[in-house]
């Protein structure tokens, strides 16, 4: 089982960066795929960005492709999302979550452990 812990939400204007982290607990980071996912009011929950066991083949929703970057560091069991240019509708609560399956997974329910989320608000 692994705990995650995400941080790094905020405030920021449009056109303005933010970097997330989720910090995982438990020594087995590096067998999970790890993901981002957000959810804005009245909205279902989203998939970002997905991330594979070692750091390769990052993918991402279309929405976010150019502008948000995910990585990870599996020796601080941690993984991170760079946001830059944001836009109002970026706006949401956004969430890490682990995936013990081996593909990269875009679908909320293929996803085994989540955090408790970080608000991102993106002013116009």
């Known amino acids: 089982q692994v705990q995650l812990v995400e941080s790094g939400g905020g405030l920021v204007q449009a056109g303005g960066s933010l970097r997330l982290s989720c910090a995982a607990s438990g020594r087995t980071f590096s067998s999970y795929v790890m993901g981002w996912f957000r959810q804005a009011p009245g909205k279902e929950r989203e998939f970002v960005a997905a991330?594979?066991?070692?750091?390769?083949?990052?993918t991402y929703a279309d929405s976010v492709k150019g502008r948000f970057t995910i990585s990870r560091n599996n020796a601080r069991t941690t993984v991170y999302l760079q946001m830059n240019s944001l836009k109002p509708e970026d706006t949401a609560i956004y969430y890490c979550?682990?995936?013990?399956?081996?593909?990269?997974?875009?679908?909320?329910?293929?996803?085994?452990?989540w955090g408790q989320g970080t608000q991102v608000t993106v002013s116009s």
């Open positions: 979550a682990a995936d013990r399956a081996f593909e990269l997974g875009s679908s909320v329910r293929e996803y085994d452990y």
């Open positions: 991330i594979s066991r070692q750091g390769l083949s990052p």
